[in-house]
């Protein structure tokens, strides 16, 4: 049984992938149990290490990630993807499910029975990006589980939560800022030689990518001025 399930298609080297794998680390660290569901299990990508390395559940609903169960999941996966989650979270019986990514679609058939569990969505990209063209599928899933089962939308930022409320007509859409372990970086240590720093994710060049130490040095200025920023050396 856990507290939190964390619901994402799976566990490999992206940035969602490891946001999930920071949160399920934070939440367990802090006494709650959480676990990730995964769609699919990749034993060998770097975040699925570390996530078991930190002692968090992973919990594939397909075992393997070949060409067999990826054409199953295409025609079959509507069907069979639901029946899977719902039988984990009958076991697992979180008060949580935070899903990211284009996975709502997978709760829809089960919402009657998310019913008491609170559901949470983060959007990581550009709303248009993840509710538009091929996945409007997952525009009509978000709308039901609003209506149905009270989701919380969840942006990263002020302008994708603004964008997220008119789309959907709410006004509840909430900032969680992408977080950072701390304990990862220490200004101090020279073998480091990049500090994680906050884009737009309008600036599709930057989108993804680390500015390096140097522009941080050369660039801010008056540091001690700035709060919560400490100068070392």
């Not at 942006?155 to 709410?170: S, Y």
């Not at 304990?183 to 060049?205: G, K, V």
Request: hydrophobic share 35%; glycine share 6%.
């Amino acid at each position: 049984m856990c507290d939190v399930i964390e619901f994402i298609g799976a566990m490999d080297d992206g940035g969602a992938q490891t946001l999930v794998k920071d949160y399920a680390y934070l939440l367990n660290k802090k006494g709650y149990e959480c676990a990730i569901v995964t769609v699919f299990n990749t034993p060998n990508a770097a975040n699925t290490k570390l996530a078991v390395s930190n002692n968090t559940r992973i919990i594939p609903i397909f075992e393997k990630h070949t060409l067999v169960t990826r054409v199953f999941k295409k025609l079959c996966g509507w069907f069979y993807i639901p029946y899977k989650l719902n039988k984990i979270i009958a076991t697992e019986q979180p008060d949580c499910l935070h899903v990211h990514l284009a996975y709502l679609r997978f709760l829809k058939p089960i919402a009657q029975n998310l019913k008491g569990i609170k559901l949470l969505y983060t959007c990581h990209s550009l709303p248009k990006r993840l509710f538009d063209g091929e996945n409007k599928i997952e525009y009509e899933c978000a709308r039901f589980l609003i209506k149905n089962n009270n989701l919380q939308l969840i942006g990263l930022h002020d302008q994708m939560v603004d964008e997220l409320n008119e789309m959907f007509g709410v006004k509840n859409s909430v900032v969680i800022h992408n977080g950072i372990d701390f304990e990862r970086y220490d200004p101090r240590d020279t073998t480091i030689s990049c500090l994680p720093y906050a884009f737009s994710p309008e600036d599709y060049e930057m989108e993804g990518k680390y500015l390096c130490r140097d522009y941080l040095i050369n660039t801010v200025q008056n540091v001690e001025k700035i709060p919560n920023i400490k100068k070392y050396g």
